[in-house]
């Protein structure tokens, strides 16, 4: 697949499956590799799904390169291993803002102050 084939089918926040990963697509990045221009897809979160236990949701990583490989938007059955996968980890994927949210309750302790003479 081309760059431009890619960015005119995918979007961020579309889930995306390949052979080897489901991802949240988050953005293309361009790079030289050697003499050549590559385009590296960077996500949001990634399930391996060769284990299907290995999450993983740095924003700044690349899967590859969109050149030489088969993408396709995932069906409910796959975005499904990736979501309970995030819910194992305390996260979940928030459409609206495009971001991953941590699910974990907020506690909140309050300290107690010293008196300060002034």
Request: proline share 3%.
């Amino acid at each position: 697949m081309e760059k431009d084939d890619f960015l005119a089918t995918y979007k961020e926040g579309d889930v995306i499956v390949t052979r080897n990963w489901i991802f949240i697509y988050a953005r293309l990045e361009t790079s030289l590799f050697g003499r050549e221009i590559r385009h590296a897809i960077v996500y949001h979160a990634l399930l391996n799904r060769r284990d299907l236990c290995d999450i993983v949701t740095i924003t700044r990583t690349g899967i590859g390169y969109v050149e030489g490989n088969d993408f396709k938007l995932a069906i409910n059955k796959e975005k499904k291993l990736l979501f309970d996968a995030l819910e194992r980890k305390h996260m979940r994927w928030n459409p609206e803002t495009k971001c991953l949210e941590d699910t974990r309750p907020i506690m909140i302790i309050e300290a107690e102050r010293p008196e300060m003479p002034f």
